[in-house]
């Protein structure tokens, strides 16, 4: 036989039931939530692909942990098996742990970035670049072209340009640059991994201009995934062991654990220089929390811990997992939708811009977009586009990303094929109407990040 199916490497023990609401109902919703669908209740959506952010099932076994989570404040039993799990999983010796991947990014630019340090970064993720502007520094892309590209087939799209890279070091001094922040299987390129060759050639570039890599390593699991299917000499080796070696080139990493690490809420900061890491512990007990809890409580630090042994116990599980994914985009390519390419390990990313090509980017394209897929639906995506961009903190003019997308997220272990059927369908009935799908303005725009709580009106037709 040629073609075997694969299948998901679990059954389902518990079910919630969702529910799919009246085309009116779903019209009323969209037009309250001011046609963001970060501004939707949960009971209006029926499949819910805003993000795979703390939207994870989590197994028995984590479930069981839960029971087991030792609530001491100082010291718990709990904390030191996470210690354990990072050090042996990541391999960093230090661990910060925090209430998320902000908390992380938040201490971790606080003892690094000195007012007018600049930070080279594989593109930007919103909450990262934050917290290096607040601290007073500049974030610079230095990403490869191709990452900017959707029809680039490149298999890295997430890799350091490095003549970029050398092009800041050049312009600002090594002295102004603390570190490269290095993000794993870059979210704002949809989901796109970064090679081993790259990690080790930054690491090896940034030693020796006395420069630090600090990874954002949220995804690095499936990233090493990425490697071990696309890079040379990887194929034989455990996803495992190649999650330790991507860490290896690096000096310490930030981890929003509500990805990879399939538990619905936590993070940590993890380190190699125990006096790094001291600076960053006086810090945390003023921001997060004690140094032996940081924000979570004893039994969401055993349920991560338990998290992440599991996502690595064998290579079967972030295969189902980035498989689903592909089986989305490789559904909607058939059908002829444009989507970013190669298809990224989290989620489908539609190129907003090729679909609602009468829509100037001003007028919104992937919001009204994503909007046209929950009134059609009941499907929740999220815009990646102008909008999550905002504006620049110099200018106050609107930035414009030349990647203009909505990006549907799956959650990890949650829904099956069928649902991904029903959300294909759904897009591809979008796409037959597309040019019925007009444009927003903005009627209520906040200062920071904006997309979480922006309102628009349909424009006139
Ligand atoms: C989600 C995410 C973050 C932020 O983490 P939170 O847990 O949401 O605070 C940072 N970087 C990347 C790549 C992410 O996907």
């Given at each position: 036989m040629?073609?075997?199916?694969?299948?998901?490497?679990?059954?389902?023990?518990?079910?919630?039931?969702?529910?799919l609401?009246?085309?009116?109902?779903?019209?009323?919703?969209?037009?309250?939530?001011?046609?963001?669908?970060?501004?939707?209740?949960?009971?209006?959506?029926?499949?819910?692909?805003?993000?795979?952010?703390?939207?994870?099932?989590?197994?028995?076994?984590?479930?069981?942990?839960?029971?087991?989570?030792d609530?001491?404040?100082?010291?718990?039993?709990?904390?030191?098996?996470?210690?354990?799990?990072?050090?042996?999983?990541?391999?960093?010796?230090?661990?910060?742990?925090?209430?998320?991947?902000?908390?992380?990014?938040?201490?971790?630019?606080?003892?690094?970035?000195?007012?007018?340090?600049?930070?080279?970064?594989?593109?930007?993720?919103?909450?990262?670049?934050?917290?290096?502007?607040?601290?007073?520094?500049?974030?610079?892309?230095?990403?490869?072209?191709?990452?900017?590209?959707?029809?680039?087939?490149?298999?890295?799209?997430?890799?350091?340009?490095?003549?970029?890279?050398?092009?800041?070091?050049?312009?600002?001094g090594?002295?102004?640059?603390?570190?490269?922040?290095?993000?794993?299987?870059?979210?704002?390129?949809?989901?796109?991994?970064?090679?081993?060759?790259?990690?080790a050639?930054?690491?090896?570039?940034?030693?020796?201009?006395?420069?630090?890599?600090?990874?954002d390593?949220?995804?690095?699991?499936?990233?090493?995934?990425?490697?071990?299917?696309?890079?040379?000499?990887?194929?034989?080796?455990?996803?495992?062991?190649?999650?330790?070696?991507?860490?290896?080139?690096?000096?310490?990493?930030?981890?929003?654990?509500?990805?990879?690490?399939l538990?619905n809420?936590?993070?940590?900061?993890?380190?190699?220089?125990?006096?790094?890491?001291?600076?960053?512990?006086?810090?945390?007990?003023?921001?997060?929390?004690?140094?032996?809890?940081?924000?979570?409580?004893?039994?969401?630090?055993?349920?991560?811990?338990?998290?992440?042994?599991?996502?690595?116990?064998?290579?079967?599980?972030?295969?189902?997992?980035?498989?689903?994914?592909?089986?989305?985009?490789?559904?909607?390519?058939?059908?002829?939708?444009?989507?970013?390419?190669?298809?990224?390990?989290?989620?489908?990313?539609?190129?907003?811009?090729?679909?609602?090509?009468?829509?100037?980017?001003?007028?919104?394209?992937?919001?009204?977009?994503?909007?046209?897929?929950?009134?059609?639906?009941?499907?929740?995506g999220?815009?990646?586009?102008?909008?999550?961009?905002?504006?620049?903190?110099?200018?106050?003019?609107?930035?414009?990303?030349n990647?203009?997308?909505?990006?549907?997220?799956?959650?990890?272990?949650?829904?099956?094929q069928?649902?991904?059927?029903v959300?294909?369908?759904?897009?591809?009935?979008?796409?037959?109407?597309?040019?019925?799908?007009?444009?927003?303005?903005?009627?209520?725009?906040?200062?920071?990040?904006?997309?979480?709580?922006?309102?628009?009106?349909?424009?006139?037709?």
């Amino acid at each position: 036989m040629e073609h075997r199916s694969w299948a998901e490497p679990w059954k389902i023990k518990m079910v919630e039931p969702i529910e799919l609401r009246t085309r009116d109902e779903r019209e009323a919703a969209i037009e309250r939530a001011g046609f963001n669908t970060f501004l939707l209740r949960s009971d209006e959506v029926y499949i819910d692909l805003l993000t795979d952010s703390g939207t994870s099932a989590m197994s028995d076994r984590q479930w069981a942990g839960l029971m087991l989570g030792d609530e001491s404040y100082a010291g718990s039993r709990s904390f030191y098996h996470l210690v354990d799990a990072v050090r042996s999983v990541y391999g960093y010796e230090e661990l910060v742990p925090t209430h998320q991947g902000r908390g992380a990014e938040h201490i971790l630019s606080q003892i690094l970035i000195r007012p007018g340090d600049v930070i080279p970064g594989n593109m930007y993720f919103t909450t990262t670049r934050f917290h290096q502007e607040h601290a007073g520094g500049t974030f610079v892309d230095v990403i490869i072209d191709e990452a900017h590209d959707p029809d680039s087939t490149h298999p890295f799209k997430g890799n350091i340009d490095l003549d970029k890279l050398a092009a800041v070091v050049d312009t600002y001094g090594a002295e102004r640059v603390p570190y490269v922040s290095f993000e794993t299987n870059v979210n704002m390129a949809g989901g796109q991994p970064v090679s081993m060759r790259n990690l080790a050639d930054v690491y090896e570039f940034c030693r020796r201009h006395g420069i630090l890599v600090m990874l954002d390593a949220t995804r690095a699991l499936e990233n090493a995934y990425f490697i071990q299917q696309r890079e040379g000499g990887y194929q034989d080796r455990s996803v495992a062991s190649i999650l330790r070696e991507i860490c290896s080139y690096s000096d310490g990493a930030t981890v929003s654990s509500k990805k990879d690490n399939l538990v619905n809420i936590g993070g940590f900061l993890a380190l190699r220089d125990p006096e790094l890491a001291a600076r960053a512990r006086s810090l945390l007990v003023a921001f997060e929390g004690l140094h032996t809890y940081g924000g979570m409580s004893g039994r969401d630090m055993e349920a991560l811990a338990r998290g992440i042994e599991e996502m690595v116990a064998g290579d079967e599980h972030v295969r189902a997992r980035v498989g689903q994914v592909e089986y989305l985009g490789n559904t909607l390519i058939k059908a002829g939708i444009p989507v970013v390419r190669p298809i990224g390990g989290h989620g489908v990313f539609l190129d907003a811009a090729a679909i609602l090509d009468h829509l100037p980017q001003e007028h919104f394209p992937a919001q009204a977009l994503a909007a046209a897929i929950y009134r059609d639906s009941g499907v929740r995506g999220m815009e990646r586009g102008i909008v999550s961009a905002g504006r620049d903190p110099g200018t106050g003019e609107n930035r414009h990303p030349n990647l203009e997308l909505v990006r549907l997220t799956i959650p990890r272990r949650v829904y099956t094929q069928s649902h991904m059927d029903v959300v294909a369908e759904s897009v591809m009935a979008v796409y037959e109407r597309r040019h019925r799908v007009g444009g927003l303005r903005f009627v209520y725009e906040p200062e920071q990040l904006r997309f979480f709580q922006a309102r628009f009106e349909e424009l006139p037709a």
